[in-house]
């Protein structure tokens, strides 16, 4: 068989802060294949994100990036100088980040900040094959006349169009791996449905491209991917084909997650949220970090933490029940 995409061995990423050391990614091992889309989930804090800012080298001193291994197509990304990680950023990886308020230069015009993808990579590229290649991507993800709009200003867009920009400057040179960080977790219900629609036509349309879309909401990864990883205070606890996580989750976390989602087939008010606070990422419990709000927790799992097992071929599970 062919080498997965990525490949992520035992990753541990730490932040310093007054009260000792933040373990934020916890001997996180993952792989993504060529094609694949899989969905990163669990509660704000889990790490999520570090995980994805982990793979494009874009950890913020003074956190780093203490040990493990990240392979992409083969070739180790914690072992490439600086200057060999930009070469790859915006070419064959892309980051599609949460917030594009804080992501867009307020001062820049749209054509330009997307174009600076194209002349950073591509730097013998003309301003007019530059602006034609700006405003074919501002069409793909249906910004409303595009070749118009090229000089606009990130104020003039709504929040769902500056996440299509956003989106337009990942994608304009067809990267091998897109993460896409929450991407729509600051538009309205409709918006949201939009974003998810363009991604999953620009995936179709292009594909080599492989996705990881991080977000807290499961009905989201259960429409858009194939596989699905949980993340708990660092760590995977579960990792499973989309429909198997969703129909029969075998973590109690997983359990907790998708009991707490609002359904309209139950009584208002009929809320089910997982009891406690998540694991302390600076001093976390012994044993497995989510025992103290789990209804299943014995003796074990109290002194013992699990690591990721396989139950059947593509479905791993981290918890003692399950020995």
Known sequence: ?????????????????????????????????????LGLVGE????????????????????MIEAGSIRFAGTSLLDLSTDEMRR??????AMIFQDPTATLNPVLTIGEQIGEV?????????????????????DRVGIPNARQRFGDYPHEFSGGMQQRVIIAAALILNPALVIADEPTTALDVTVQAQILDLLRRLKD?????????????LGVVGEMCERIAVMYAGNLVEVAPADDILDDPKHPYTVGLIASIPRLDREVGALNPIPGRLADPVTPPPGCKFHARCAHAFERCRVERPVLKTLVPGRQVACHLHD
């Open 44 to 63: 704000s804090g889990s790490g999520k994100s570090v995980l994805g800012l982990s793979v494009m080298r874009l950890v913020q001193p003074p956190g």
């Open 118 to 138: 194209l002349r950073w990579h591509l730097p013998s590229i003309g301003p007019a094959e530059l602006r034609e290649r700006v405003v074919e991507m501002l």
């Open 88 to 93: 790859l950023r915006g070419q064959r990886l």
């Open 205 to 217: 349309g292009e594909p080599e491209t492989a996705i990881v879309l991080v977000s807290h909401d």
């Open 1 to 37: 068989m062919s080498e997965p995409l990525l490949s992520i061995e035992n990753l541990i990423t730490r932040f310093p802060t007054k009260r000792g050391r933040l373990t934020a990614v916890d001997g996180v091992s993952l792989t993504l294949e060529r094609r694949e889309t």
